[in-house]
């Protein structure tokens, strides 16, 4: 077998370990070291690893073991320098803003249809901590360049979520870094097998590890992954800030990670299937998913992505009346939050995770009362379909 680096499938199956690396007679799964606290040493092992002349342990918050084995893999898949793990995504964001914005001036560029709980945590920034935010609408592009050539820095998601809108990454980090901004991409719904930002331009990533990277919807979490090496300054703030996880956490990612791309395949596939089979659907009036030849941005999908995901939107004929007929007459598909789990998930953003914005927001993002978001699982895809059918004759 050559030196160069191990496929993302192959990477993840064995959990980021090295064979050749690994000493003999040991567990093959890594432990899990769920403590608060670890044991110094002597003084002078203590000054070591505070003053950091060595590597070392001391408080969970500072760093863990199992934290650090999957901020390595982590990074690796996305082509990253460094990862920082974090408590769940919101907290993966405020770490990278905060990091972003340090020592800049100008404004935290985004755009409207931001996914809802980043929405809600610039609000915060914004009224309690007065961070200048500045929403422009990349679709008209000389307007979104054009404030992303003031920024202090840029936080895109791509595709958005639930509207699966998509950004020029290789463009918007092309603009941004002339101004010396920072770009920060949330990959949550592409993941890093059918999107790599940091390969592109962006300076960040980052992710609700709850969704596609942990996939079994049993914890919370989230990370950032840096392009360039980490720095103390950037542990400092994620320290500090105090999202951190816990070990018992970080290794269900860890786990999860072993079989995200056969997950990835079918969340690939159930997802083209039922956005197909949707378009073709008569009750059906609009499908958002970019992985479609008739997505308004089917070329910058090609050039950006590999394949579509597993999210995708939708608008029933009927408007608000037959979306929620809709919801309660579901049988198979589970009315629930969330996405990259197992099971195909069906909610309406509107009423659930972009609630929190107001009517007049969501209206200008483009989230009606009637858009139902689907986030397709790994079952059998005509399982699925068939419980659309009949959720769907009667609307």
Known sequence: MNSSAPRPATLCAHGGQRHEARKGNQPLQPAIAQTAVFELGTAADAEAIFSHARDGYAYSRFGNPSVDALATLLAELEGGAGALVTSSGNAATLCAITTALDGRTGPLVTHPDIYGGSFELLRILSSVYRVAVEFADPSREET??????????????????????????????QTARIAGAPVIVDNTVATPMNQQPLSRGADWVVHSSTKYLNGHADMIGGCLVSREPLTSRHRAIHKNLGGTVNALDAWLVHRGLR?????????????????????????????????????????????????????????????????????????????????????????????????????????????????????????????????????????
Do not use: C
């Open 259 to 395: 079989t995200f791309p056969l997950r990835m395949e079918a969340h690939n596939r159930n997802g083209t299937a039922i956005a197909e089979w949707l378009q073709q659907r008569r009750e059906i009036a609009r499908v958002f998913y970019p992985g479609l030849p008739s997505h308004p941005q089917a070329d910058l999908f090609r050039r950006q992505m590999s394949h579509g995901g597993g999210l995708l939107s939708f608008e029933l004929k009927g408007g608000e009346p037959a979306a929620l007929r809709f919801i309660d007459r579901l049988r198979l598909i589970v009315h629930a939050v969330s996405l990259g789990g197992t099971e195909t998930l069906a909610t309406r953003p509107s009423k659930t995770s972009h609630r929190g914005m107001t009517p007049e927001a969501r209206q200008q993002a483009g989230i009606g009362d009637g858009l139902i978001r689907l986030a397709l699982g790994i079952e059998a895809v005509e399982d699925v379909i068939d419980d659309l059918e009949q959720a769907i004759s009667e609307t």
């Open 144 to 173: 979104w360049l054009a404030a992303v050539s003031r920024a202090g820095a840029v936080l895109v998601e791509t595709p958005s979520n639930p509207l699966m809108r998509l950004i020029d990454i290789e463009r918007t980090a």
